[in-house]
Structures are given as structure tokens and as C-alpha cells.
């Protein structure tokens, strides 16, 4: 290996020399590159963590933090930071990462070193924020990684060269097979990790002038120094001569300096906006030149070859709602036999417990309450693990960022660019981390739309409550030989939350969230194929979050709606009396002249009202008040669904289930607020209870007024019996 | 490769599918949109190579690296065939 690069001169470098060991005692080191260029990865080779990553850019969206043990023993922080393409921050997720590159985070402390992520088939790209932090005088070590990728490529790189003339160590690596990992934690724990070469690149003579008279200036009157006043000066002289008015914190003098410059470098033809990325590009190109070698390519890529037919402006869309349909169908196919043997499971361990416990109070609290609120959630774990699944792969093989350039049209006419599929499209899963993701969108209105109609889209804990409805009301029926009624009914819903979500975006971005037009640009990674641990262990931490939620909120939950919907005690009554006359029936009666015009009764009042927690709640509240509703029903050997079916209204005699209303109850719950997490997350990103309550208002007025057009739509066309 | 069928000034948007072709100038009227541009390593007298075209947008290589771009941005780039035939 290469030995350690010369250069080191910041004051870093002089702390780190007085150490007895010439070891660096890195309190924190963070890891920066370009977005997509294996930071994650890298991060969970580095820490043994299990951080989401996958194949587009912006998985990352906020710092995450991890320990980093070095073979001498030492601890560090790594901190894991939003991919950046440059220090010059467009995007809130950007923003995170150059506020704690440059010590500007009040929450975060400069790190002691920083090491930047090379994609190695994108050198030339990866040193412009190299060559930015290198101005920065920010002690850095370079990851070259992806070495095998570009090896592939025919792409020969010098590492010798490269570390002569950015005076840095440069440690090749791949880290989705942790090679060269131990080497960077070497080189991380030595001391010759400090800042390298400075300011190689060189402006044009006269820009050059300009922008140290300009320095000078800023050193008079605002005493910047170093760095910082050679970026502002830089930013001044590529700013538009008609902004320098409204620049009012600036001092009078200098503003008519900066004017006096604009004239003389235009009347030298000198492009001010384009001069110091060009100069530094042109170092950049110089370098490459000397330390990078690409053989010339033979024919087409497989990429390009998979590009050509899934972004094909036909055959793109077709595979794409292709893709959808497998989805949503084999959600119901493929789950149903693990769906069935869960349910045994529990419907055995209800018996067990039936036959261990005596009857009484205890025994109805555990069977009836506890053990029937969480099967009735718990029986779906195999569809979430199969949407995640699914998910997971899209999002690993490469093919998500292309689904956002197919989508790009249909954004665009909404309003919002093709960026804001990818954050809709996440929350297919989850609203929480689809939020999260508008975080790459750099224009605030277009992020503010995404973020308002983002729990539009459904979420995987509206999957229980459509399946639950689906398989008990919806015939199972043949479409076209290949689909099924059940499949097609559940991707419509989908359909709807999307169709909802571009509807209420093109009518923000219509009104009060005017803007300019979006434009697309966005970095298409290549294919490859899904890694199997990295797919698994994001679907195992799902699954277990899933499960968690179960065994805790959901728990509690049953336990509580139990004693609500067996108290007061009725004895000698029928159990549909006793339930009808529980505190938890008296809510539901409370709030059903509200809900009556949508077709729901008092049973279904109380899963709406439970659910305002998390939506999965509405299965768990059936599950244990119909548990509670057929008391003679020992151990629950009919399904909920069956029980759903089978109950009528005692006083009327007609089935307080129908299609109908279960259409109606999950085009309710397609367009509800009905996540507290939710609400809690856009407080986060809004800062301020203005939005959250604004979304909260607009959805529930959204999800009311559908409902209610479509139960008297199906009355009107006889499909209310 | 010969660069025949690239005009002398032209936009990427009507540049010839499968030719390198340099960036002369960018003139988007977003300032902050220019600059991510030239970030990306679309800035002037850079290689850049259209691949593909979709509904409404196109697919090109700089570097070595794919950008997903729609027909109005790749309007504000003004291409130009390079001195000698290359790879984007």
C-alpha cells in the first residue's frame, strides 16, 4: 500500500503529531461522497450496523450514527451523512450534510475526520466534493469504492497518483464485501490522516484578481476569513448584478465593488456563473488524465440494453403497472398459506388456553381480549413480509429511480417533478420514511405538496384492514383467467390512494403552493442484482417492527378494549346486548349518527375511533369485540372474516356487513389520517402544528366526502343488500 | 465517429441519439438549477453523450455516470460536436 500521503498542515495535523503514537484520537469521523456511491454500505461494514440501503439516490435522508472500533482499540463515532454532490447545498438533505462538514450544526460538532466515499466508475465526478473539502481543509481520507465495479469497466485507477496530488490516503474498497474495510480502519486510526492539498485548481488571471480584491473587502467588513471568504466571494461574483440590491447585509462599498467586477469580467467575455466550476473540472479532468484509465467499451452496457425496454415510453409503463400488479396480486396468493397456518397457530393456542384456564373473567381477557386482538393483526405478517420484500428488491436492483422517470410526465402534470415518486412510492410502506425522503426535493413548495399527500398512498398497515375486508366480502372470483376479483379490488386501492394523492397535489400546487415549473434531473445508478442479506434485513426489521407493534400497542390496546367492551357486566344477556351496552359500545353508538351516512354502525365506530392510534387497530378491534360478540363460540374456530359475514343487526335482521360497506371502509381508510407517527413526523419536518393540522383537516374531509359519494352511489345503483 | 449530424449550435434536446457532443453553454433561467448542472459535470466544454429518449425526457452520460433529464431542461444546453470524435 501506498505510504502515507505529505501535505498534513492544518492544526488538526498538529494536534495529531503531538500524539505519542502518532495516532489520530478521532472523537468522530463521517462519512461524505456522492449519493449512491456505497456510504451505507460502507457505514454497515465499518459499524457491523444494519442501515437501510439501497440502489437510487437519497436512502439516506438524515445523519445516523454508529460506533467505530479501531484495532488499536480506539472508539470512535461514525456518523453516516445524506449524500451531497457538492458543499453548495440545494436540497434539505444536503444541507444536513454540509452544516456538520463545516461545523455549522448546533446539534452536531465538526468532525475530527472525514472520510469521502470515491465511487470508483465516477472519479472525475467524486473529486469535485473531494477537491471542495480539500479548500475546506477538512482532514480527510478518500474510500475509493465499487473497485471491483470499475475493474469490470475497464476503469484502471492509479491510487499512487491520486494520493500525490490530493495529499490524502486513498484506501480502495468494496464494501458490499467488506474488502479493504480493516485497511481504511487502519489508515482512520493513524495519524497521517489529515487535510491534503488545498486550492490546486486555478481561475482564470483576471477572475482571480477580482476574487482576492473581493476577500480583502470581506475581511474590512464583515472579517471573513480563510475559506469562508473566498466561497462568499466566489458566490458574489456569480450572482446575478440585479440580486446585489437586495443583498442589504452586505456593506455599500462592497456591494458597488462587486458591481464594478461584474462589468469588468463581462467585458472581458468571461462567463462569471460558469468560470469556477469549469476551473475546478478542468484540475479535475487534468488529474484524471494522469491517475485514471478507462478502456473503451464494447457495444452497450446491460444497463443501457435494461433501459432501452423499462423506460421505453410504452413498454416503460406497461412493465411498470405490470410490476404493480404482480405486487398487489401475489400479496394475497403467495400469503394465504403462511396466512393459514398462523391462524391455526393461534386458533390451537386459543384452545390450549381455553381448556387450561377456567372459565371466567381471566380466561375471556386472555383468549377473547389479548390472544384474538393480536392474531387478528398478527395473521398478516406474511403479506408485509411480502410487500417489503418486494420493495426491498426494487429498491436494491436499481429499478426505483426509473420508475420515477417513467413517472416523470405524470408528475409533471400534477405539478411536482419525477423526484416526488420515489417519496410516494416509499410510502407504499411507510408514510414515515416517504416523508423523510422529500428531503432530496430542493424546491420547499414541491416538497410541502409531496409531504401533504404522501400518507395518501397506502401504507402497509392499511394492508390488514384491506385483506381482512377483501377476503370477507369481496367473491373470489376469476378476472380474465389470470387475476382475481380479490387482487384487482386491493390494487384498486392502491390505485385510488395514488390517484387521491396527484389529485390533491395538483390542487395545492394549483393554489397556495404555486411555484415554477419542476424540472427533472436525477442520477439513474445501474442495475444490479438485489443483495439477498441487504433485501432480508430490511424486511426482518419490518417484520419485527410489525410484530413489536403487536405484541405492545396492539396488546395493550386489546387488553383495554376488552374490559371497554365487556363492562358494565350485563349477566343474563345476549352477548350482542352485552356488547351493545359496553362503555365500548356506548362510544361507538355516540359517534354513529356521524358515521351513519356512510353506511357504517356503532361496531364499526369503535374500530374507527381505536384506529386513530395506527390503522392496523381497526382488525385488532374486531377481532376482539366480535371475539366478545360470540361468546358461545369457544376457541375461536371461525375466522374473523367468517364472523364479520355472518353478523346481522338484531333489530332489523339485515347483515351489518356488505360489500358495499366494506368497499365503503376502505376507500375510508385509503383517504384517512389515521397514524399519530404521521402526524408526529411532518411536526418534525414542517416544524410547526400548522401542516400536520392542515393535512389531518383536508384528509378527513377527503376520506368523509368520498365515502359518503360512494355508499350513496351504491345505494342508488342497488348494491346496498 | 464521425459528427455529421450534429449542427454546429443545437440543444442536448435535439442532439443526435448516441453521439458525444460538447456543452457550450448553459442558459436555464434558475440560477441555482445551472449550477447543479455544472456540479453533476454537465458544465461547459464537457463531453455528454443523449442515450436514450422517453415521454417527455431523455437519459444521458457524462462521466460515467446516467442522468434521467426532461426535454425542457435539456433545452437550456447548448451542445456543439466536439473537436474529435469521444466518449461522453
Known sequence: ?721 | MTMTNVQPHTTLANAPLGRAVRITRLHHPRKEIATRLRELGMCENALIRCVLRGNGNMICEVQNMRIGLDNRLAGSIMVTAPEEAGTA
Open chain 1, 1 to 721: 500500500m501506498t505510504p502515507p500521503a505529505a501535505g498534513c498542515r492544518t492544526g488538526l495535523f498538529r494536534t495529531v503529531r503531538k500524539h505519542p503514537a502518532g495516532a489520530l484520537k478521532a472523537r468522530t469521523v463521517a462519512l461524505v461522497g456522492n449519493p449512491n456511491c456505497g456510504k451505507t454500505t460502507l457505514f454497515n461494514a465499518l459499524t457491523g450496523l444494519r442501515q437501510r440501503v439501497g440502489n437510487y439516490p437519497g436512502v439516506t435522508v438524515e445523519k445516523k450514527e454508529g460506533r467505530l472500533a479501531l484495532q488499536d482499540g480506539i472508539q470512535c463515532t461514525l456518523i453516516d451523512l445524506p449524500g451531497t454532490y457538492s458543499l453548495l447545498a440545494s436540497a434539505p438533505d444536503e444541507q444536513i450534510a454540509t452544516d456538520i462538514l463545516l461545523g455549522r450544526a448546533s446539534h452536531t460538532a465538526r468532525p475530527d475526520l472525514v472520510v469521502c466515499v470515491v465511487d470508483a466508475c465516477n472519479i472525475e465526478r467524486s473529486l469535485y466534493l473531494v477537491s471542495q473539502l480539500l479548500d475546506r481543509s477538512v482532514p480527510l481520507v478518500i474510500a475509493l469504492n465499487m473497485v471491483d465495479a470499475a475493474e469490470r469497466n475497464g476503469i484502471t485507477v492509479r491510487l499512487r497518483v491520486l494520493e500525490r496530488e490530493l495529499g490524502v490516503r486513498v484506501v480502495p474498497t468494496v464494501a458490499s464485501k467488506r474488502r479493504g474495510v480493516e485497511e481504511l480502519k487502519r489508515v482512520i486510526g493513524q495519524g497521517a490522516c489529515a487535510a491534503g492539498k488545498s486550492r490546486q485548481w486555478r481561475l482564470p488571471e483576471p477572475v482571480q484578481r477580482e476574487c482576492d480584491e473581493l476577500i480583502g473587502l470581506l475581511d474590512e467588513h464583515h472579517q471573513l476569513k480563510g475559506p469562508d471568504a473566498f466561497d462568499e466571494a466566489a458566490a458574489l461574483l456569480a450572482t446575478d448584478t440585479a440580486d446585489l440590491e437586495r443583498m442589504v447585509r452586505y456593506d455599500p462599498v462592497l456591494r458597488d465593488h462587486v458591481r464594478r467586477d461584474h462589468q469588468r469580467l463581462e467585458f472581458l467575455g468571461v462567463d462569471r456563473r460558469s468560470v469556477f466550476v469549469e476551473a475546478r473540472y478542468q484540475w479535475i479532468r487534468t488529474l484524471c488524465a494522469e491517475a485514471v484509465s478507462q478502456e473503451p467499451r464494447n457495444g452497450d452496457t446491460l444497463t443501457h440494453r435494461i433501459d432501452r425496454i423499462v423506460t421505453h415510453r410504452v413498454w416503460g409503463i406497461v412493465i411498470f403497472a405490470g410490476i404493480m400488479a404482480l405486487l398487489f396480486q401475489s400479496i394475497f396468493t403467495w400469503a394465504a398459506l403462511p396466512m393459514a397456518w398462523i391462524h391455526d397457530g393461534f386458533d390451537a393456542l386459543s384452545l390450549l388456553l381455553t381448556r387450561i384456564i377456567p372459565p371466567g373473567d381471566l380466561r375471556n381477557l386472555l383468549v377473547r381480549g389479548a390472544l384474538g386482538g393480536v392474531a387478528a393483526v398478527v395473521t398478516f405478517l406474511p403479506q408485509i413480509i411480502l410487500l417489503f420484500l418486494f420493495i426491498g428488491v426494487l429498491e436494491d436492483s436499481g429499478y426505483m429511480a426509473r420508475a420515477a422517470f417513467i413517472m416523470d410526465r405524470v408528475m409533471g402534470r400534477v405539478g411536482l417533478h419525477g423526484k416526488s415518486f420515489i417519496p410516494l412510492l416509499s410510502s407504499f410502506a411507510c408514510a414515515i420514511p416517504g416523508i423523510m425522503a422529500t428531503r432530496t426535493i430542493e424546491n420547499s413548495k414541491d416538497r410541502l405538496a409531496t409531504m401533504l399527500v404522501a400518507p395518501l398512498m397506502s401504507c402497509s398497515a392499511r394492508l390488514p384492514v384491506y385483506t381482512l375486508l377483501i377476503a370477507a366480502f369481496i367473491p373470489a372470483r376469476s378476472v380474465l383467467g389470470i387475476f382475481t376479483a380479490a387482487g384487482l379490488t386491493l390494487l384498486s386501492m392502491y390505485g385510488l390512494g395514488l390517484f387521491a394523492a396527484l389529485g390533491m397535489a395538483w390542487l395545492f400546487k394549483k393554489t397556495f403552493l404555486k411555484s415554477s415549473v419542476p424540472v427533472f434531473l436525477m442520477e439513474l445508478p445501474e442495475y444490479k442484482i438485489p443483495s439477498i442479506r441487504s433485501v432480508l434485513v430490511q424486511v426482518a426489521e419490518r417484520a419485527y417492527s410489525f410484530l413489536h407493534r403487536a405484541g405492545t400497542i396492539i396488546l395493550g390496546a386489546s387488553i383495554l378494549l376488552w374490559f371497554l367492551a365487556s363492562y358494565p357486566r350485563m349477566d343474563g344477556a345476549l352477548p350482542a346486548q352485552r356488547l351493545q351496552h359496553s362503555y365500548a359500545g356506548l362510544a361507538g353508538r355516540f359517534i354513529e349518527p356521524v358515521i351513519r351516512p356512510l353506511g357504517f354502525d356503532w361496531k364499526v365506530g369503535i374500530g374507527l375511533v381505536s384506529s386513530l392510534l395506527q390503522r392496523e387497530m381497526f382488525v385488532s378491534t374486531m377481532g376482539t369485540i366480535y371475539n366478545i360478540d360470540n361468546a358461545n363460540d369457544e376457541g375461536g374456530q371461525a375466522s374473523l372474516r367468517d364472523r364479520m359475514n355472518s353478523d346481522r343487526d338484531p333489530a332489523t335482521g339485515l347483515p351489518t356487513f356488505t360489500a358495499l360497506t366494506a368497499v365503503c371502509l376502505m376507500v375510508y381508510y385509503v383517504l384517512a389520517m389515521q397514524c399519530l407517527s404521521t402526524v408526529a413526523v411532518m411536526r418534525r419536518e414542517t416544524n410547526s402544528w400548522r401542516w400536520p393540522a392542515f393535512q389531518i383537516a383536508y384528509m378527513s374531509a377527503l376520506a368523509y366526502g368520498v365515502t359518503f359519494v360512494v355508499y350513496r352511489a351504491g345505494l342508488w345503483l342497488g348494491l346496498g343488500g
